[in-house]
């Protein structure tokens, strides 16, 4: 198993910046990909940006430029740094691993972390 728990989220004002950050505990050898969700009210979470254990990123088009991810393989951590915030990036902020075993890919989530930015 492995346990996600997220810090960092917020209330800033619009063209501000945070950082999101998410700790992994249990079984973090065989994490590969981690990655940043978001869900707004209303609406369906979608993915913000991924990162692999090798440090390949992609992003949503939205983010581009605005959004880095990044890692620390030694420290079971990943990273979200947000610049240039908009109000339509409020939303709750949901870290995910991804555990590869043999065939088999299991999802972990976290519990969330509400951004909230001011316009």
Do not use: H
Request: aromatic residues 10%; charged residues 15%.
């Amino acid at each position: 198993q492995v346990q996600l728990v997220e810090s960092g989220g917020g209330l800033v004002q619009a063209g501000g910046s945070l950082r999101v950050s998410c700790a992994a505990s249990g079984c973090t050898f065989s994490i590969n990909d981690m990655a940043w969700y978001r869900q707004a009210p209303g609406k369906q979470r979608e993915l913000v940006a991924a990162i692999t254990r090798g440090g390949t990123t992609n992003y949503r088009d939205s983010v581009k430029s605005r959004f880095t991810i990044s890692r620390d393989n030694a420290k079971n951590t990943v990273y979200l740094q947000m610049n240039s915030l908009k109000p339509d990036d409020t939303a709750v902020y949901y870290c995910n691993a991804k555990r590869q075993i043999g065939a088999t890919t299991y999802n972990y989530w976290g519990q969330g972390t509400q951004v909230t930015v001011s316009s």
